[in-house]
């Protein structure tokens, strides 16, 4: 190998210094350490100036995770660690089972809590838990669009129970074909030979679906209803002119989609509250798609703008039930366009009747309370109503300082919209109670405040819902309790709107 000049020079040269240059000792390095060292690469680590044990902090690390939610903390104001000292199982179990039907301000509550993001307890298995408690009671609800992104961000294919919500809510939205795709990559993810079938099938790959069902056959591994449902999906031409299918009870998604697939669709009424959301689709006729949207909008599930945009859509085909409600509102909105008081104090009389009938006042008041709250009456019932539809909006606080003649409750209600109830006369036992929640410094159980100091506040509020429909229901103490708790960490405005919703509502 050839060496060129210089660089054989530099070698030389270098060898030369350090046969000039005695080496340092230990002591000497240490002392007079040379200035071109590469950087101290070795450090002793600080000695201590006691003999204590010195403080050491410990942080698990699931509260390191990202936290898990559609709706950021900052937006909700509630702590990505509300869930992180409660138990998990009994976290999923008020949270399956806590009830919010027949109280719009409850429900949003809930929403709130599902979808805010949010670290699950500590421990190793225990953010399934969690998600799984949310997913089921987000599908319970109808709110399928949020289950499908709240699987999507966790991870649909981290787990068999996963991919199950994840598929089914696809199902119920007509987003299948991407769940179908992770199903036909990872066929662990599901041991349904039903779904397998279907997904094959959905993607074009008719021959191995065949096979596929051959086997199912052969093994008898489903059920001959499954079986026969899936012979007509696959060959739906060897069954021309047969009898229809028997309705099957208790349905799943793939089962409805399935029977919608062969031209025998199942109607959703009876079914569980998610299917309505299949009727939002195109494939549904326009009166299956208004009853869904009620049916969804009701529990909160479905924005009350989604619901008027199908009320507007064209004029009404007919009369009676649905078409008296479409007509009712496309007639108020007329009026309301119209600029006419004595008109819009009509047609609000006509709608509230129809809203009410299905349950829709606090979506109907939410719609239109912003401009009904420029449209006072001089009709003294329409005054009072048009009022009271702005004590359930969100401008109830803007409405109470402007209170109109009417009943002798009307008082306390604005009183109670300024979060002072206890400053207007109370008109029954039921406003007795609410008031007490609103005073100074009431007292909260002690099970709730032992959550609170424990740094359980998702359970706490989870009680204090549980309280408050105790209370709806005539226990009158838990109203008191469940509404100074709601205060307590906080949720003011859930109190106030909580309260209201109830005595407006139940005397509506």
Same mark, same amino acid.
């Given at each position: 190998?050839?060496?060129?000049?210089?660089?054989?020079?530099?070698?030389?040269?270098?060898?030369?210094?350090?046969?000039?240059?005695?080496?340092?000792?230990? $002591?000497?390095?240490?002392?007079?350490?040379?200035?071109?060292?590469? #950087?101290?690469?070795?450090?002793?680590?600080?000695?201590?100036?006691?003999?204590?044990?010195?403080?050491?902090?410990?942080?698990?690390?699931?509260?390191?995770?990202?936290?898990?939610?559609?709706?950021?903390?900052?937006?909700?104001?509630?702590?990505?660690?509300?869930?992180?000292?409660? %138990?998990?199982?009994?976290?999923?179990?008020?949270?399956?089972?806590?009830?919010? /039907?027949?109280?719009?301000?409850?429900?949003?509550?809930?929403?709130?809590?599902?979808?805010?993001?949010?670290?699950?307890?500590?421990?190793?298995?225990?953010?399934?838990?969690?998600? @799984?408690?949310?997913?089921?009671?987000?599908?319970?609800?109808?709110?399928?669009?949020?289950?499908?992104?709240? *699987?999507?961000?966790?991870?649909?294919?981290?787990?068999?129970?996963?991919? /199950?919500?994840?598929?089914?809510?696809?199902?119920?939205? +007509?987003?299948?074909?991407?769940? &179908?795709?992770?199903?036909?990559?990872?066929? !662990?993810?599901?041991?349904?030979?039903?779904?397998?079938?279907? &997904?094959?099938?959905?993607?074009?790959?008719?021959?191995?679906?065949?096979?596929?069902?051959?086997?199912?056959?052969?093994?008898?591994?489903?059920?001959?209803?499954?079986?026969?449902?899936?012979?007509?999906?696959?060959?739906?031409?060897?069954?021309?002119?047969?009898?229809?299918?028997?309705?099957?009870?208790?349905?799943?998604?793939?089962?409805?989609?399935?029977?919608?697939?062969?031209?025998?669709?199942?109607?959703?009424?009876?079914?569980?509250?998610?299917?309505?959301?299949?009727?939002?689709?195109?494939?549904?006729?326009?009166?299956?798609?208004?009853?869904?949207?009620?049916?969804?909008?009701? $529990?909160?599930?479905?924005?009350? !703008?989604?619901?008027?945009?199908?009320?507007?859509?064209?004029?009404?085909?007919?009369?009676?039930?649905?078409?008296?409600?479409?007509?009712?509102?496309?007639?108020?909105? /007329?009026?309301?366009?119209? #600029?006419?008081?004595?008109?819009?104090?009509?047609?609000?009389?006509?709608?509230?009747?129809?809203?009410?009938? *299905?349950?829709?006042?606090?979506?109907?008041?939410?719609?239109?309370?912003?401009?009904?709250?420029?449209?006072?009456? /001089?009709?003294?019932?329409?005054?009072?109503?048009?009022?009271?539809?702005?004590?359930?909006? =969100?401008?109830?606080?803007?409405?109470?300082?402007?209170?109109?003649? #009417?009943?002798?409750?009307?008082?306390?209600?604005?009183?109670?919209?300024?979060?002072?109830? +206890?400053?207007?006369?109370?008109?029954?036992?039921?406003?007795?109670?609410?008031? =007490?929640?609103?005073?100074?410094?009431?007292?909260?159980?002690?099970?709730?405040?032992?959550?609170?100091? !424990?740094?359980?506040? +998702?359970?706490?509020?989870?009680?204090? @819902?549980?309280?408050?429909?105790?209370?709806?229901?005539?226990?009158?103490?838990?109203?008191?309790?469940? $509404?100074?708790?709601?205060?307590?960490?906080?949720?003011? %405005?859930?109190?106030?709107?909580?309260?209201?919703?109830?005595?407006?509502?139940?005397?509506?």
């Amino acid at each position: 190998m050839l060496i060129r000049p210089a660089l054989l020079a530099l070698l030389l040269t270098g060898t030369a210094h350090a046969q000039t240059s005695e080496p340092l000792s230990v $002591i000497d390095w240490l002392t007079n350490p040379p200035e071109n060292l590469p #950087g101290t690469v070795l450090l002793e680590p600080p000695v201590t100036q006691t003999g204590l044990q010195p403080d050491v902090q410990v942080t698990p690390l699931e509260s390191l995770s990202p936290p898990l939610g559609l709706v950021s903390s900052s937006v909700t104001g509630l702590p990505v660690s509300m869930w992180q000292g409660s %138990d998990p199982a009994r976290l999923a179990e008020l949270i399956r089972s806590v009830p919010v /039907k027949a109280n719009p301000a409850l429900q949003r509550l809930l929403f709130t809590l599902l979808l805010s993001e949010a670290r699950p307890p500590s421990g190793p298995e225990t953010k399934d838990v969690l998600l @799984m408690a949310r997913l089921d009671r987000l599908i319970q609800l109808g709110a399928a669009d949020p289950v499908q992104s709240l *699987v999507q961000l966790a991870g649909p294919t981290d787990s068999q129970s996963r991919f /199950k919500q994840w598929f089914d809510a696809t199902l119920l939205t +007509g987003d299948e074909d991407r769940s &179908c795709s992770a199903l036909i990559a990872q066929p !662990n993810l599901s041991r349904d030979y039903a779904a397998q079938i279907f &997904c094959r099938a959905r993607r074009g790959d008719w021959a191995s679906a065949a096979l596929t069902l051959e086997a199912a056959h052969a093994l008898d591994v489903l059920p001959p209803e499954e079986l026969a449902l899936l012979d007509r999906f696959l060959s739906p031409e060897l069954f021309e002119g047969a009898e229809y299918l028997p309705v099957p009870q208790d349905p799943d998604p793939l089962t409805f989609r399935m029977f919608e697939a062969i031209g025998e669709r199942l109607p959703t009424a009876p079914l569980p509250r998610a299917f309505a959301n299949a009727d939002l689709r195109d494939v549904a006729g326009w009166k299956a798609q208004i009853e869904a949207a009620e049916r969804l909008t009701r $529990i909160g599930a479905l924005t009350p !703008n989604q619901l008027l945009g199908l009320y507007t859509e064209r004029s009404p085909a007919a009369s009676g039930a649905v078409w008296d409600r479409v007509a009712a509102v496309q007639k108020f909105e /007329k009026a309301l366009q119209s #600029g006419d008081r004595s008109e819009v104090a009509k047609r609000l009389m006509d709608v509230w009747d129809q809203m009410h009938s *299905v349950g829709l006042e606090v979506p109907f008041a939410e719609l239109f309370a912003k401009e009904l709250s420029n449209l006072p009456m /001089k009709d003294a019932e329409a005054e009072n109503l048009r009022w009271r539809i702005l004590l359930l909006s =969100e401008l109830y606080e803007e409405a109470a300082r402007s209170v109109p003649e #009417g009943p002798d409750e009307n008082p306390f209600l604005a009183a109670l919209a300024m979060g002072d109830p +206890g400053s207007a006369q109370s008109p029954s036992p039921l406003a007795d109670a609410i008031a =007490e929640g609103f005073a100074w410094s009431p007292p909260i159980p002690s099970d709730i405040d032992a959550m609170l100091h !424990n740094s359980q506040l +998702g359970e706490a509020i989870l009680e204090s @819902m549980i309280l408050f429909d105790h209370g709806a229901r005539g226990n009158l103490v838990d109203l008191t309790a469940a $509404i100074a708790a709601f205060r307590r960490v906080g949720l003011e %405005d859930t109190a106030r709107r909580a309260a209201l919703h109830l005595m407006i509502l139940n005397g509506a």
